[in-house]
């Protein structure tokens, strides 16, 4: 292939090289054409007359650049060491090139037949590769057709979608319009033929109250179809109407037969509430009729009953009551009229609490209740707080059960509800409040009152607990008719505390008196029922009634001839007093308090009697 040099880029003016060298060529040239040696001084001048310094294709200092690049070549500084003629060479070089090429252009001939061969190749790979982009192209062309098919294609799914759900909407509203108003021979057969207690009847009378409603909103929106059925629903309804209003009214009247059980038929009543809900919103009169007649039946059913029982109760009470005369400071030796009763206190205490109080406890208070034949059978009698216990229970009991069943058949709240209840309870408690006043009036059983008005309000947050405000009116005139009573009556025991005579008390000795012991009995009675709900104007008489027994037991001590006497006296009685009240009040209560100190106060001045010391 030749050397390998690099071929030099020669100006085409001659290169700035040693003016010596310069010199020497052209004569050199002329001495090898002659012959000679061509080494002459004479010839040795440099024309520069063809050089163009200022020309733009001649720079200076690009052709240093490339003399310099040339020079530092390293076969041209072998050459340049050697003494090589660079002429010589490069027509040695450019002969080699000029071999090359030939050799190359022989190459070229030797695969001709490739390179034709080549070519046709090239050619029908040419041909096939346009057929493939003309195929592409019609791939291309389809491609689009297909896109805007399938573009159509979704646009009528998406129309038919859209009429698909409106019909199937109006399909639904058509249907329920349909199913709403079309009325099956099933619920004819029913309504006219089934005995209203069985259930089918209570179902096919749900589709008829639905049918029936359905068909007024129809027709509010002026539906012609209701035309067709309005007629057949009027004569189901009134046939409907008519068998729940013999129905009820039976029940009803079934109430009014003696020693009948109510409760029986107003839970069957209850089953069939919606009888009564049919009948208030389609036939309101017919409603208000069987409303009437319950309301005016149970009236007198309980009217009748809670008389029958109250009268019936009162016999079986203790026939010896305390009366006016049976007073804290009465004197056991007082005369009595001829035809005066015995004294109650010969049997039970009036000022004596005993077991009385467990009336108010857990287990008595909500017991069942009295049934007088089976205490007159039994001879037992029961004193007037029991009976009032016994009468007020039954009246609670029954007045929450018949208010809940008001307020759940005829679907009322409020006072709705409360008017119902006064319309069937309302004569019985007036009936109530008109023989507690009689018997109040004349009762002078302060811990019988006391125990009641205790009882009351205990059922009065029984029947607060069940949700049941309908009496909560008549326990509010029960309380503000019992609490004056008992005041007055305590304030009667306080008067006659004050208006003893000691001198007129008989034979006295230094045990504790009988009136400080009913005082005691009585005091601590009051003070342990009244822990529950205490009331401060009864704390305020108890205060008086105290003050004025410790003024009594003064009076009585000083009685007494010696101050011993009237010490021991006053301890004793002190003493009785103080363990009385411990026994039922609690040791922090004030009377309990009170009577310590004076017992304490007392027994300090005995103690110093007996040491000889005077006493205070």
């Known amino acids: 292939m030749g050397w390998g040099w690099p071929r030099c880029k020669w100006p085409a003016a001659k290169p700035a090289w040693p003016s010596a060298w310069w010199s020497r060529v052209p004569e050199e040239e002329e001495a090898v054409a002659a012959g000679g040696t061509g080494h002459s001084e004479e010839t040795l001048q440099l024309n520069l007359g063809d050089l163009d310094l200022t020309s733009d294709e001649f720079i200076l200092d690009e052709v240093d650049i490339h003399i310099q690049a040339n020079l530092e070549d390293a076969l041209v500084q072998e050459a340049l060491k050697t003494g090589v003629d660079l002429r010589q060479y490069s027509k040695q070089v450019e002969m080699e090139l000029q071999q090359i090429e030939n050799a190359s252009i022989k190459d070229y001939i030797k695969e001709s037949k490739n390179i034709a061969s080549l070519h046709t190749q090239i050619t029908a790979c040419d041909a096939v590769l346009e057929r493939m982009e003309a195929m592409l192209s019609s791939f291309q062309s389809d491609l689009s057709s297909i896109s805007c098919e399938i573009q159509t294609l979704q646009e009528q799914s998406v129309a038919m979608n859209v009429r698909l759900r409106n019909r199937q909407a109006v399909r639904g509203r058509l249907s329920q319009l349909v199913d709403e108003l079309v009325v099956p021979n099933i619920m004819i057969s029913t309504i006219l033929e089934t005995p209203v207690t069985e259930q089918g009847f209570l179902e096919q009378l749900h589709e008829l109250n639905n049918k029936i409603n359905a068909v007024k909103e129809q027709a509010f929106r002026e539906t012609m179809a209701c035309a067709d059925v309005a007629d057949i629903l009027d004569k189901l309804k009134a046939k409907a109407v008519a068998k729940i209003r013999e129905f009820i009214l039976q029940k009803i009247y079934s109430f009014r037969k003696p020693m009948t059980n109510y409760q029986i038929p107003q839970n069957a009543l209850l089953k069939y509430r919606f009888f009564y809900q049919f009948l208030l919103g389609h036939e309101r009169s017919v409603a208000k009729e069987v409303r009437d007649e319950y309301l005016e039946t149970m009236s007198k059913i309980y009217l009748s009953y809670f008389k029958s029982y109250t009268s019936r109760l009162m016999k079986v009470q203790y026939e010896e009551v305390a009366e006016k005369e049976d007073l ?289």
Request: proline share 4%; charged share 20%; hydrophobic share 40%.
């Open 328 to 616: 804290m400071g009465v004197e056991d030796t007082a005369k009595k009229g001829f035809f005066s009763k015995p004294s109650l206190r010969n049997r039970n205490t009036i000022f004596t609490l005993g077991n009385r109080g467990s009336v108010i406890g857990g287990a008595e208070l909500e017991g069942p209740i009295i049934v007088p034949h089976s205490a007159q059978k039994s001879d037992v009698r029961y004193p007037f707080e029991s009976l009032f216990r016994s009468q007020h229970y039954a009246l609670l009991d029954n007045s929450c059960r018949e208010y809940l069943f008001l307020c759940d058949f005829f679907l009322v709240t409020g006072n709705p509800a409360l008017d119902l209840f006064n319309a069937v309870m309302g004569k019985t408690l007036a009936m109530f409040l008109k023989h507690m006043d009689a018997y109040v009036s004349d009762c002078y059983d302060s811990i019988a009152v006391f125990l009641s008005i205790h009882i009351v309000l205990r059922f009065k947050a029984i029947t607060a607990k069940r949700n049941v405000p309908a009496i909560d009116k008549y326990w509010d005139t029960l309380l503000e008719m019992l609490w004056p009573r008992f005041e007055h009556i305590l304030e009667l025991n306080i008067q006659s505390i004050q208006n003893t005579d000691p001198q007129k008390l008989g034979f006295l000795d230094t045990r504790p008196h009988y009136i400080t012991r009913r005082y005691a009995e009585f005091s601590s009675a009051i003070v342990s029922i009244n822990q529950t709900f205490p009331h401060d104007r009864t704390l305020t008489l108890l205060g008086q009634l105290q003050a004025e027994v410790e003024n009594l037991v003064l009076r009585v001590a000083a009685e007494f001839s010696s101050r011993k006497e009237q010490l021991i006296f006053l301890i004793n009685n002190y003493d009785m007093m103080l363990g009385v009240l411990m026994e039922r009040a609690v040791e922090e209560s004030k009377e309990v308090e009170g009577f310590q100190q004076l017992l304490n106060a007392r027994t300090q001045v005995s103690r110093s009697l007996r040491e000889g010391g005077a006493a205070p």
